[in-house]
Each structure stands twice: as structure tokens, then as C-alpha cells.
């Protein structure tokens, strides 16, 4: 197994092994031409299929799509997303009939990436920079962005990123001790496979013409987000493209305080077939909360259930 320094994350997706290094991430696989003869008692022998180059990584931020069955026939297909060689780009490589097929999505954010997640189908990437003040949702066949999501107006650490199994709400947790959960646009996941093997390369909106993120400006003071506001973007997003992002990003329709200074992790509980409504959340304190967010109107999510399963000082 090739190295490329220190191990920061890895990731595992059935047969799939991404291991992020400093600047580099590499994806270990089976049937590596020309690997070694076939060990005794393994199924498969496993060898480095791919490298890439990224920025200074150090918290090892990488995602890739979920092994468990999302649809009839199987899991969703092997696909990854990291942080691009160059500052704020995203890196998106899906394998398709026995290739990798790159996309790279130049100035996804202006800042570095903070964090990335990927739906379970591998059909989107959701990221958010350092600033963590909006995540976007990108199309992962084509990089189309299709989501702006506003988390709050001033600086955050965001801790986690997550999809519903059925890919229709995204839930956020930092260290501003609120839970978001959004709704996520319709994808209409219709267009064509990109040629296998050919690096495809997209602006993002600061390279495009649209508003950025108020990057250079200070931001007011952060407030709960205005159950008005919720899910619907603000009054004036027809002037989208205009107006500061502010405007016409999407805020959460649903939110959930928590005590401040635990770091947070988040997944969505529930039935295929049936709404993904409720919101499981485990703080590094050892606690547990298990709350509900109704997916028409707006506000604040019903608590279930809260226990703290470890005494951790």
C-alpha cells in the first residue's frame, strides 16, 4: 500500500478504501492491473486504483456514497468527493464502466472547504467553507449548482453535513449549538453521463457572475432564523444574481438548540417509503437526542427523547 504521509480519514464504501493524507487522497480497490498473485484466504486482492492531489488537508474532509442498498439491485455506485488541488475547489470522481469520470468544481467556495457530504445515491455533494455561513448543493453528474442554504449570517464551525436517505432534506450541525435541517431541491437528475475518463471542469457561482458569500464584509451578529424565512429564501429571491446571497439562499425550515461547546453529529432515522422526519443527535459529551421536524410548516423540531449514555468529562 502506498502512503502519502499521515492518515487523517478513511473512508470505506463495499470494496472501496479512500484513505486522505495530508495533500493527497488515494482509492484502494479490487483488480488493480497488474496486482500480485491472489492471496490465500482473501476473496480479492486490493491496490491503489487512484491518487489525487488536494489542498493542505489536515482534518481529512472527504465523502463518499453510501454502501447500504438505496435502491432495488444494489448499492449506490462508488463515488467520492474531496477538497480540489486548489483553494476552495471540489473534487467529484464517480466510477463509471470501469473508470474514474472527474469533475472539478472550480471556486465552489471562496474560502477553504470545511466539510462535504454526499447523498446516499451519489447523485449530490453538499459542502460548506470555513466561514460556514452557507452550504451548497451541487449536482455530482454535472456540477450544476443547485442550492444555496443559509445556516446563519456570522462565522461557524460546521461540524456535520448529512442527507436523508431519500436525498430530500440536509441536516447541519456546528458549533453555534443548533441542528438546521433543509429542504433540498428536486435535482431532476435527467442529463447524460459524461464521457468516461475525460476531466470535466465547472465555475461556481463567484466565477460566474452571481453573488458570493459576503466573504469581505462583516457579518451582523447571528439570530434565529425567521420561521417565516424558512425553507422559502427570502422575499426578494427573485432578485437572485443581483442582490448579496443573503437574499436568495434557502434558510432551514426546521432548527434544534442544543447546550453549547459539544461538537454534534447527525443522521435521519426512518422507514423507506415514509418520511425521513426524524433527527438522531449524538454530542461528544455522550448525549442523545432523538427529535421530530414537521416537513410542511417551519420551526423549531419536537424533542423525543434525550439521554446521556456516557458520563464524559
Not at 493542505?56 to 448499492?75: F, K, L, M, Q, R
Request: glycine residues 10%; proline residues 7%; contains cysteine.
Amino acid at each position: 500500500m502506498q502512503t502519502g504521509g499521515d492518515v487523517h480519514a478513511v473512508r470505506v464504501h463495499r470494496d472501496w478504501t479512500v484513505v486522505v493524507y495530508d495533500r493527497r487522497l488515494c482509492v484502494f480497490g479490487p483488480g488493480e492491473i497488474g496486482a500480485a498473485p491472489q492471496i490465500p484466504g482473501r476473496d480479492k486482492n486490493h491496490g491503489m486504483l487512484r491518487a489525487v492531489d488536494t489542498v493542505d488537508n489536515p482534518h481529512g474532509i472527504c465523502a463518499v456514497t453510501s454502501s447500504a442498498t438505496t435502491e432495488p439491485g444494489g448499492s449506490a455506485p462508488f463515488a467520492f468527493a474531496c477538497p480540489g488541488a486548489d483553494l476552495g475547489e471540489l473534487r467529484v470522481e464517480r466510477w463509471v464502466a470501469g473508470e474514474f469520470v472527474p469533475l472539478v468544481i472550480r471556486a465552489a467556495h471562496v474560502s477553504c472547504i470545511n466539510a462535504v457530504a454526499m447523498s446516499p445515491d451519489g447523485g449530490l455533494v453538499a459542502t460548506a467553507s470555513v466561514r460556514g455561513t452557507i452550504v451548497r448543493v451541487f449536482r455530482a453528474i454535472d456540477g450544476r449548482l443547485i442550492g444555496e442554504l443559509r445556516r446563519g449570517t456570522d462565522r461557524a464551525d460546521v461540524h456535520c453535513i448529512v442527507f436523508s436517505p431519500d436525498s430530500k432534506w440536509l441536516a447541519v450541525s456546528s458549533d453555534k449549538a443548533t441542528v438546521h435541517v433543509f429542504r433540498v431541491a428536486d435535482p431532476d437528475i435527467t442529463s447524460s453521463t459524461p464521457e468516461s475518463g475525460v476531466e470535466q471542469k465547472h465555475n461556481a457561482p463567484e466565477e460566474s457572475g452571481q453573488a458570493a458569500p459576503a466573504a469581505a464584509a462583516t457579518p451582523p451578529a447571528e439570530s434565529p432564523p425567521a420561521p417565516a424565512k424558512a425553507s422559502k429564501g427570502s422575499s426578494l429571491s427573485f432578485l437572485k444574481g443581483y442582490l448579496p446571497s443573503y437574499f436568495s439562499s434557502e434558510w432551514s425550515l426546521a432548527q434544534f438548540r442544543l447546550p453549547e461547546g459539544v461538537k454534534y453529529s447527525v443522521a435521519f432515522e426512518g422507514e423507506k417509503g415514509k418520511p425521513y422526519t426524524i433527527i438522531l443527535i449524538i454530542g461528544t459529551n455522550g448525549s442523545f437526542y432523538r427529535c421530530q421536524f414537521d416537513p410542511v410548516n417551519a420551526g423549531d423540531m419536537v424533542q423525543l427523547k434525550h439521554r446521556k449514555f456516557m458520563n464524559i468529562k
